[in-house]
Structures are given as C-alpha cells and as structure tokens.
C-alpha cells in the first residue's frame, strides 16, 4: 500500500491532507472531552511537545529533501548521457558495412522511441515493465547485428561502434538502478508519524475559537 501511494504522488497528497485534518479534528474533540486546553500547565506541556515536534519535523523534511534533490540530479545526468551515447552510436553506425548499417539504424529507431516510453511511463505500472521488456529485447538485437558486424569487418571503426554501444545498454541499466533508489518508506512513515503527532498535539494545544484553518 505504501509503494502504489508513493507511486501516485497526488494521491498521496490527498490522502495525506485528509487524514491529518481528521487527526486535527480528534485533537480538538479529545481537548474539548477533557479540557486539557483550560488547564494552563497542561497546554504549556502541550505547547512545548508541539514545539519540539514542529522542530524535529522540519528537520526530517529538510533531511528527506536533501536526500531527494541528488537522486533528482542523478537521474537527470543519467539522462542526458544516455541520450548522448545513443546519438553516438547511431553516427558511428554509418561507418558499418551493409546490411548491418540500416538494420541498426533502423533498430536503433525503435529504441529511442522505447527509452521515451520509458522515461513518461508512470513507475510501478504495467506500462514501465513493458517498456522495460522492449528496451532489453532491443538490446539483444542490436547487440547480434554488432556481433554479425565485427565478424564480417574486424575493424577499428566496428570497434568504436561496439563500445558505444556498449555504453549505451550500461548507461540505460544505470537509469533503472537510479530510479529504484528511491527514499526509503521507514523515512515516509517517520515523517507521517511525526506529522501525526504534530497535529495532534497542535489541536489539542489550541482553543476552539482560533478557528479550525490554521
């Protein structure tokens, strides 16, 4: 359940919003039961429990955010080369000899269209498998039509292409990895628990007539 709503991050929002404005709702509800917010020692602990968690959870989100703001980096770099390593293989392609030339280029067609599949498919969904299988199967048939070339044209340039190539079906396993190293679910459970008890504490701090808004 946690990994389809950090899947679906809008669903997550709107799960989220409502669940702790419920948990509000408890908080006020439970301070009117027992008047916890007419005592002043008891909302002066109140107040100091909200504060302390108000504090840890700013710092567990400038934490998270610090762990995300790389992986975002990282999968954009990754991007950029493999886009760079497939335009280079596809020059180098034309120094190959006939038939394999426009086999490979035309395969190669087919795979820039399966990494933009693969780049909009949303994660966790049947689409990002499928985009996935069709990614290796081309792999596999430009890596035959390398070997067929490097039979038929031991070469330096057939060399050149083989290692671009190369580089290419590394670089798209790297983007799969980055994508997979994802922030921990222990990091979001903490950070909903925190926010729990922080609206919690906040409601039952506060009194009715401040509004239920803010």
């Not at 809008?10 to 919003?17: E, K, M, Q, S």
């Not at 335009?87 to 795979?111: I, K």
């Not at 596999?140 to 580089?167: C, G, I």
Request: glycine share 4%.
């Amino acid at each position: 359940m946690t990994t389809v709503l950090l899947d679906h991050p809008l669903l997550l929002a709107v799960c989220l919003f409502v669940f702790l404005m419920a948990v509000v709702e408890s908080g006020f509800r439970l301070a009117v039961l027992t008047g916890a917010n007419l005592d002043n020692d008891s909302r002066e602990q109140i107040a100091a429990s909200r504060d302390s968690l108000g504090i840890l959870l700013s710092f567990m989100l400038g934490f998270t955010l610090a762990m995300a703001l790389p992986r975002f980096d990282l999968r954009k770099h990754l991007v950029m080369e493999e886009a760079n390593a497939i335009g280079t293989t596809s020059l180098r392609a034309g120094l190959l000899p006939e038939p394999q030339r426009s086999q490979v280029r035309a395969l190669l067609l087919q795979y820039v269209q399966a990494r933009r599949a693969y780049s909009q498919a949303p994660p966790g969904e049947r689409e990002m498998t499928t985009t996935i299988d069709r990614t290796k199967a081309l792999q596999s048939s430009l890596w035959q039509k390398a070997e067929e070339a490097a039979r038929q044209s031991p070469t330096a340039m057939t060399a050149q292409f083989v290692t671009s190539l190369n580089d290419a079906i590394d670089l798209s396993e790297k983007r799969l990895t980055a994508l997979e190293n994802r922030i921990p679910a222990t990091i979001w459970l903490m950070l909903v628990l925190i926010a729990l008890m922080t609206c919690f504490t906040l409601a039952t701090g506060s009194a009715r007539d401040s509004g239920w808004l803010p």
